[in-house]
T-cell receptor
């Protein structure tokens, strides 16, 4: 069974701080990995997609890295803002389809 | 460009009833996936459709079924509802199944089973 774990489960930081969210997976034969954010009661918004052949992706203040050999990905958020407060989810696929295995998420609160 | 739309947004049913949820993907997207989200189990994959064919199915009982139409719109059906089926049902669309494809999620349908 594919397992995706996210640590920490919750995180509270003051505005302006840089932070790292962690995602680990049990099977290194991944196809791709996506990071999403989910606001309360809402759907998911894709943040970054890393293909299996890539090591990292960047979008604005976000940087995601992928280390398949160790089964880990990190999402780095620079200069956090209150608007970054949300649940961040990591999702991994292991085949050519769109069947993703999701982690349980990290609930982030950025305090003004 | 319109996003993924799901209808209805909220639904209340009683045990034993059946329910049909609808998902309209982004224009041009041909792959549609469905997920169930609950506080206890998190997000779990239900099934994926591409070109009207089911490509993958998650570990859910046969009471959960789906289909996709020629215009890529998809429906999922849950028969003989149980209390444990109460969840947020999310639909995601992408251009096609593939390793380079970002998935776009709809706002979800909140199903409550009484």
């Amino acid at each position: 069974k594919q397992e995706v774990t996210q640590i920490p489960a919750a995180l509270s930081v003051p505005e302006g701080e840089n932070l790292v969210l962690n995602c680990s997976f049990t099977d290194s034969a991944i196809y791709n990995l996506q990071w999403f954010r989910q606001d309360p009661g809402k759907g998911l918004t894709s943040l970054l997609l890393i293909q299996s052949s890539q090591r990292e992706q960047t979008s604005g203040r976000l940087n995601a890295s992928l280390d398949k050999s160790s089964g880990r990905s990190t999402l780095y958020i620079a200069a956090s803002q209150p608007g970054d407060s949300a649940t961040y989810l990591c999702a991994v696929s292991f085949g050519t389809g769109n069947q993703f295995y999701f982690g349980t998420g990290t609930s982030l609160t950025v305090i003004p | 460009k319109a996003g993924v739309t799901q209808t209805p947004r909220y639904l209340i049913k009683t045990r034993g009833q059946q329910v049909t949820l609808s998902c309209s993907p982004i224009s041009g997207h041909r792959s549609v996936s469905w997920y169930q989200q609950t506080p206890g189990q998190g997000l779990q994959f239900l099934f994926e459709y591409f070109s009207e064919t089911q490509r993958n199915k998650g570990n859910f009982p046969g009471r959960f079924s789906g289909r996709q139409f020629s215009n890529s719109r998809s429906e999922m059906n849950v028969s003989t509802l149980e209390l444990g089926d109460s969840a947020l049902y999310l639909c995601a669309s992408s251009l096609a199944p593939g390793w380079a494809d970002t998935q776009y999620f709809g706002p979800g349908t909140r199903l409550t089973v009484l």
